[in-house]
């Protein structure tokens, strides 16, 4: 037995001994009314963590209740992902797919559920029926996103639980889970960030081992890169690089990472094991896998470099003294899937404090994701570390790209993102800290970080937690501190800073 199932398994007791946390239907419109996703979304992930505690270690009685509370929600898809129109019952998204996959997973380990028949039937009714027997894909079938795994294989998985049609499966999961893979280039790299890969490889990799059980076949063969991108992006125990809408200090899912690790021989990242409570959304597939086959992790991360240039990251980590100090770079393209501003953009971490941050995500609104999604703070060029170029910031598209090559002590950043005008980036370890030499056009310098700095001269200082970053080369004469106030993924307080000032030669962080 790991020793990860006993403080699991008590988390869940105290869970369970917990009343049932409390559900307004009415709240699911007010999407529609305020943009704002977290209102319903809180409330329904309390009810679906409720529910795995139940069906783990619960009595049968409460666990049946709840089980018809959740067949008696409008929908299980979330209102973010309602089609204007259509039922919102037979909404096939993310969230219900894994509720599909929960209840059908749940049917069959517990045979004490009162009414087993009417969930299996809401099951197949609400997702596996719509999807099975549908004519033409469904958009997320053909994307090249998190969706496209996370959906395919929930579904999936509901699908062998409930005992579909193994050629049924094949027909239908399969293919859509192979346009998945499409999203990967030979270097295994995620655009959409480290949370999105476990996100997304989490529900291939699931679905691949149930269906390895169930015909023989291995899904997972020969994707030993895709594997190892978490151990790759990682900056320090338990923090990764955060761009795109990547959480800063992200916990992973230890069943996962020790599969992983256990089938195809992929390095382990470092860090605390993921507790139940620690993934806001409850995932019951996260949740059961780590009991299954959950281990601990590494404690300590070495020095490495690793260079992905298909999907545009560097990221290297060098011990200084007793402590780990990281750099990790941006490139990549501007029309990514959960995409920012942000080719050429930086950080500088020590011990994972990021002293210079990337802003990572946002809280998800309407207009996050819709046409205004640049004039949010998290998702906007100017709160990412990159300059502007003869005062034009950088453009949103497909054409806008940066590509990243690497040199003996550093990267170097090409990025073409600013219509006429190009900028090259370089960045190199010296003994005191790294470099910085920006070639271009009239550069407007712009620094982010959560921690405000202080001027002195031509330094600026960024005094954090764990360690202290002094930037030698800043324009005195126009130099520029100001802040922004947002809201984090989660909806709390989320505080940035930025320095600006004109470029006059190049830069020097030293790392204290």
């Not at 960045?427 to 790294?434: E, Q």
Request: glycine letters at 10%; hydrophobic letters at 40%.
């Amino acid at each position: 037995m790991s020793d990860l199932r006993t403080p699991l398994l008590a988390e869940l007791r105290e869970i369970a001994a917990l009343p049932v946390p409390a559900f307004d239907p009415d709240l699911a419109d007010d999407y529609a009314r305020s943009g704002r996703r977290l209102p319903y979304e809180v409330q329904y992930f309390a009810r679906r963590r409720h529910l795995a505690a139940l069906a783990l270690v619960g009595e049968g009685p409460a666990l049946s209740s709840l089980l018809k509370d959740v067949c008696q929600e409008r929908s299980w898809a979330l209102p973010a992902h309602w089609d204007a129109g259509e039922d919102p019952r037979t909404c096939v998204d993310l969230f219900a797919c894994e509720t599909a996959q929960t209840l059908a997973e749940i049917l069959r380990l517990r045979e004490d559920v009162d009414g087993a028949d009417q969930i299996e039937a809401e099951v197949r009714e609400r997702v596996l029926d719509p999807l099975f027997e549908s004519d033409y894909p469904f958009a997320w079938e053909e994307q090249i996103s998190n969706w496209t795994a996370v959906c395919a294989g929930a579904a999936g998985m509901a699908a062998l639980a409930l005992e579909y049609d193994l050629e049924a499966i094949r027909g239908r999961i399969l293919p859509a889970l192979q346009s998945y893979l499409f999203s990967f280039g030979p270097d295994g790299g995620c655009v959409e960030g480290v949370d999105y890969w476990v996100y997304g490889f989490g529900y291939f990799t699931y679905f691949a081992e149930a269906w390895r059980a169930a015909t023989g076949e291995d899904l997972l063969a020969g994707h030993e890169a895709i594997a190892a991108f978490p151990a790759r992006a990682q900056l320090y125990p338990g923090s990764f690089a955060t761009f795109g809408d990547t959480g800063s200090d992200s916990l992973l899912p230890a069943g996962l990472l020790t599969r992983l690790h256990d089938r195809l021989d992929a390095p382990l990242p470092a860090g605390r094991v993921q507790d139940f409570s620690d993934d806001s959304c409850a995932r019951w597939a996260h949740l059961t896998r780590t009991l299954d086959w959950g281990r601990p992790l590494a404690e300590a991360v070495d020095e490495g470099r690793a260079l992905l240039p298909d999907v545009g990251w560097f990221v290297e980590r060098r011990h200084l003294g007793r402590r780990t100090w990281a750099l990790a770079v941006k490139g990549g393209y501007n029309d990514e899937p959960h995409n920012h501003l942000d080719l050429g953009s930086f950080l500088i971490a020590v011990d994972g404090e990021q002293l210079l941050c990337d802003p990572g995500a946002g809280e998800y609104t309407a207009a996050y994701f819709g046409p205004e999604r640049y004039d949010q703070v998290h998702p906007s060029a100017a709160w990412h570390s990159v300059p502007t170029v003869e005062g034009a910031a950088q453009q949103f598209g497909e054409d806008s790209r940066a590509e990243l090559v690497g040199t003996p002590d550093g990267v170097e950043a090409y990025i073409d993102a600013y219509g006429e005008a190009a900028l090259i980036r370089r960045f190199t370890w010296n003994d005191d800290g790294i470099a910085l030499e920006d070639l271009g056009p009239d550069l407007t310098e712009t620094l982010v970080s959560r921690i405000r700095p202080e001027l002195d001269g031509d330094r600026a200082v960024w005094a954090g937690e764990r360690g202290t970053l002094v930037l030698h080369g800043v324009n005195p004469d126009d130099a520029l501190v100001d802040s922004v106030e947002a809201a984090d993924h989660r909806g709390a307080p989320d505080r940035l800073w930025a320095l600006r000032f004109g470029l006059r030669g190049g830069l020097r962080f030293e790392l204290l």
